[in-house]
């Protein structure tokens, strides 16, 4: 697991299996290119990317900040066939440790309530559901979760 810039190649093949699969489940989803490449460069947030020993892309998140003490979880994404391996816990808790590392307080994050498998890493991990944070999200579909840290 290493930092990469989120406009990586290997991230973005990986943030269009993101949207892909997010538009099958839902119909829509946030284009990830509509995310400034900026938000993830550190000290104010992080993207990590990990690979194989064959250096083939298996999974990515990132983190930036909301406000001064919270960071928020993003792009959280695990290839179908690398998952059942925690890679996903992996790399919420590397995220989580560097955000705390670099002065946050709390994380949030928003997934669907669709996607049962990221509501369960996140439930297990301590995060409790919160009222949407985001304007015109639509309750139906988005939950939203935080967690102090």
């Given amino acids: 697991m290493t930092p990469a810039p989120y406009d990586d190649p290997e991230v973005q093949q990986l943030l269009l299996g993101l949207y892909d699969e997010q538009r099958s489940m839902y119909g829509f989803a946030d284009d990830p290119a509509d995310t400034p490449i900026s938000q993830f460069v550190p000290p104010h947030g992080l993207f990590l990317l990990v690979q194989d020993e ?5 999974g ?16 959280m994404y695990v290839r179908p066939e690398a998952r059942a391996q925690s890679l996903g816990r992996e790399i919420l808790l590397r995220l989580e440790a560097d955000a705390k590392r670099r002065g946050a307080t ?43 840290l």
């Fill in 106 to 148: 709390c994380t949030q994050l928003e997934t669907g309530v669709a996607n049962i498998a990221a509501l369960a890493l996140y439930r297990a991990q301590g995060y409790t559901p919160i009222t949407s944070y985001r304007p015109g999200r639509n309750p139906d579909v988005n939950r939203a979760l935080r967690k102090d």
């Fill in 60 to 75: 990515c998140g990132g983190w930036w900040f909301l406000d001064t003490r919270t960071a928020e979880i993003k792009r």
């Fill in 54 to 58: 064959q250096g083939n892309a298996l």
